[in-house]
């Protein structure tokens, strides 16, 4: 899956990591942009922010603590960003999504767990003029029916 959303972002200088955990992605990505990691969950965000402070050769990561359910980042937030990566919980991520309708980021990777979630969430991006370029299902694990998924999308 890592592999999938490095390739994604391609060559995005600034991507901002929503629901970063403890930077399964954040930190990957910080390989070759500057990424700003958001979290709900404390711990997580203190052991990615100390990654972060001890791991030479990544560009600059910033972590932020917030409850992206109950307090989204806003579009206007957004904005400055090349690409956002996204890793909801099971419940996937309807309010943050409605906030990424309207940032005009062009590129957005998402990583979902939940099949039914990730189509509500991608029906809302498409509404809002995105186009998905790719969605790849991942057997990651086997003999049970959970899937896991990565869908690329951009605008414009």
Known sequence: MAALVLDAVGKAKRVIDLFAGSGTFALRLAKKARVHAVEGDAAAMAALDQAARRTQGLKPVTVERRDLFRRPMMA????????IVFDPPRAGAEAQVKEMQRSGVKKIVAVSCNPLT???DLALLTEAGYRITTITPIDQFLWTPHVEAVAVLEKG
Do not use: I, W
């Open 76 to 83: 206007s937030e957004l904005k400055v960003y090349d690409a």
């Open 118 to 120: 990730l189509a509500r």
